[in-house]
């Protein structure tokens, strides 16, 4: 029949995928088509905002509060970028109880600046994916842990070793990791102490780690993750160490190194690479009893953004040469050959 609206008489949920499909400004002025799409966009699942660059509906945080609240089913992923003042700090907490009781959140990602908030993490029940960024974490006292959480980032972030060990012990999924620490600290002495702190990791089913040695002074030790393959080790380019942190990053480095000795493939950017180079002579092939394995070493030709590519790492095992190759403006590569071959 000519002139029917076909889409109005569509399944709701055919009418929300399409809404799904457009951004959340445009979503939201559908509501004026007609009475039935009026509150439609209330039961979209997937949000991403951006309290820096808002517009129309999204343009304050207390606007962004409204629309959470006003949200009928539950949301399956969660973006927020955001930019605060000190007056601002506690909308994080808010958003992240809204989000606590539509329940259902599978993927929550949170990236602050300005102004760290600190926040009470929920301990959300359906929780996939966790990625915080410039945020202060305290977990609840009877925090459980994330039994479906499969990937964990957590960028300059500041929390407590408890907390940390906490979250990593009560997500027995993790598949992936990446950590990086603005503050790091236990009950009895902050970070900025002389004893570092550690991570344990005992994941049974990680692949992926990506770990920075950065100002803080976190080490992390791995006791059981059989499937990892794949480790960045880097040390924040960022930050302008000093010789005596470059010598801590490379020992933690080293004494890192045995724990990966499985993994199939092992990246470490420039900053490490040149702490690591403190231990060893120039140009030589240097066997350390200590760690077990046989290591090369070079001196700075080359750019901060040059990265080292491991290939395998059988040079933590013993009776291993390694062949350093150098090339102008390339990645590092290293090759390895069984001595006894």
Same mark, same amino acid.
């Given at each position: 029949m000519a002139g029917a609206d076909r889409i109005s008489v569509l399944p709701e949920e055919t009418k929300v995928f399409i809404l799904s499909l457009l951004s959340f400004t445009d979503a939201v002025r559908t509501s004026v088509l007609s009475r039935s799409w009026r509150h439609l966009w209330t039961f979209l699942l997937?949000?991403?905002?951006?309290? #820096?660059?808002?517009?129309?509906?999204?343009? +304050?945080?207390?606007?962004?509060?409204?629309?959470?609240? +006003?949200?009928?089913?539950?949301?399956?992923?969660?973006? !927020? &970028?955001?930019?605060?003042?000190?007056? *601002?700090?506690?909308? @994080? *907490?808010?958003?992240? #109880?809204?989000?606590? &009781?539509?329940?259902? !959140?599978?993927?929550?990602?949170?990236?602050?600046?300005?102004? @760290?908030? *600190? @926040?009470?993490?929920?301990?959300?029940?359906?929780?996939?994916?966790?990625?915080?960024?410039?945020? #202060?974490?305290?977990?609840?006292? /009877?925090?459980?842990?994330?039994?479906?959480?499969?990937? !964990?980032?957590?960028?300059?972030?500041?929390?407590? &070793?408890? /907390?940390? *060990?906490?979250?990593? #012990?009560? +997500?027995?999924?993790?598949?992936?990791?990446?950590?990086?620490?603005?503050?790091?600290?236990?009950? &009895?002495?902050? %970070? %900025?102490?002389?004893?570092?702190? +550690?991570?344990?990791?005992?994941?049974?089913?990680?692949?992926?780690?990506?770990? /920075?040695?950065?100002?803080?002074? @976190?080490?992390p030790r791995i006791i059981s993750a059989p499937c990892l393959e794949n480790v960045y080790v880097s040390a924040s380019a960022d930050y302008d160490f000093t010789r005596e942190e470059f010598a801590r990053v490379g020992a933690a480095a080293l004494k890192f190194m045995p724990d990966i000795a499985h993994v199939w493939h092992l990246s470490l950017n420039f900053e490490v690479l040149m702490a690591i180079a403190q231990f060893y002579c120039f140009t030589e092939l240097i066997y350390n009893t200590e760690h077990n394995f046989v290591a090369a070493s070079i001196q700075a030709i080359c750019s901060p953004n040059d990265a080292v590519l491991i290939k395998s790492t059988p040079f933590l095992m013993p009776h291993y040469s390694v062949c350093l190759k150098l090339m102008c403006h390339a990645p590092y590569e290293f090759i390895f050959g069984n001595c006894n071959a």
């Amino acid at each position: 029949m000519a002139g029917a609206d076909r889409i109005s008489v569509l399944p709701e949920e055919t009418k929300v995928f399409i809404l799904s499909l457009l951004s959340f400004t445009d979503a939201v002025r559908t509501s004026v088509l007609s009475r039935s799409w009026r509150h439609l966009w209330t039961f979209l699942l997937h949000f991403n905002f951006d309290l #820096d660059f808002g517009e129309g509906p999204v343009c +304050s945080t207390e606007d962004l509060g409204r629309i959470l609240s +006003s949200l009928r089913g539950p949301i399956r992923h969660f973006s !927020l &970028q955001c930019f605060l003042l000190a007056h *601002q700090s506690s909308c @994080v *907490q808010h958003f992240l #109880d809204l989000l606590f &009781q539509k329940d259902g !959140l599978g993927n929550l990602c949170v990236h602050c600046g300005g102004t @760290v908030p *600190q @926040v009470l993490l929920p301990s959300f029940r359906l929780l996939k994916d966790l990625d915080l960024q410039w945020i #202060d974490i305290i977990l609840p006292d /009877d925090f459980a842990g994330f039994e479906q959480l499969t990937s !964990l980032k957590l960028h300059s972030v500041c929390i407590s &070793q408890t /907390d940390m *060990q906490s979250l990593i #012990d009560g +997500s027995k999924k993790l598949m992936s990791i990446e950590l990086s620490f603005e503050r790091f600290f236990t009950s &009895q002495e902050d %970070a %900025a102490g002389e004893q570092p702190c +550690s991570v344990i990791i005992n994941c049974p089913l990680l692949k992926y780690l990506r770990f /920075d040695f950065g100002e803080v002074k @976190v080490e992390p030790r791995i006791i059981s993750a059989p499937c990892l393959e794949n480790v960045y080790v880097s040390a924040s380019a960022d930050y302008d160490f000093t010789r005596e942190e470059f010598a801590r990053v490379g020992a933690a480095a080293l004494k890192f190194m045995p724990d990966i000795a499985h993994v199939w493939h092992l990246s470490l950017n420039f900053e490490v690479l040149m702490a690591i180079a403190q231990f060893y002579c120039f140009t030589e092939l240097i066997y350390n009893t200590e760690h077990n394995f046989v290591a090369a070493s070079i001196q700075a030709i080359c750019s901060p953004n040059d990265a080292v590519l491991i290939k395998s790492t059988p040079f933590l095992m013993p009776h291993y040469s390694v062949c350093l190759k150098l090339m102008c403006h390339a990645p590092y590569e290293f090759i390895f050959g069984n001595c006894n071959a």
